[in-house]
């Protein structure tokens, strides 16, 4: 069974960070079985949206451009945790962040390719 735990959002002024975890157990974060780890946030009246990914055999990454230069998705194999730590905040990034697994994903900031994912932590940046 995959199991994935996001933490680490909350409230924060505009130009603050937040570190947002994902915590995977059981066969979410395997080589053997993933490929791909995304974290990806939907705004009130917005369609979901993907915001960094990393492939979990070679660590390549991917963003959006909105958040290129803010923001830095990284993993820990090992402990199989993935990280988004989030810079220069702005009111636009609030929204509720949700991490992802694929088990074979081409086009890591698309959510239709993602097999799992957890139920989200909300982030809130006030201006």
């Known amino acids: 069974q995959v199991q994935l735990v996001e933490s680490g959002g909350g409230s924060v002024q505009a130009g603050g960070s937040l570190r947002l975890s994902c915590a995977a157990s059981?066969?979410?974060?395997?080589?053997?079985?993933?490929?791909?780890m995304g974290w990806f946030r939907r705004a009130p009246g917005k369609e979901r949206e993907g915001v960094a990914a990393?492939?979990?055999?070679?660590?390549?990454?991917y963003y959006a451009n909105s958040v290129k230069g803010r923001f830095t998705i990284s993993q820990d194999y090992v402990k199989k945790m993935v990280y988004l730590q989030m810079n220069s905040l702005k009111p636009e990034d609030t929204a509720m962040y949700y991490c992802a697994s694929g088990r074979h994903v081409s086009n890591s900031l698309r959510d239709s390719q993602y097999n799992y994912w957890g139920q989200g932590t909300q982030v809130t940046v006030s201006s």
């Open positions: 990393i492939y979990t055999a070679g660590g390549a990454t």
């Open positions: 059981g066969d979410t974060y395997s080589v053997n079985n993933v490929n791909c």
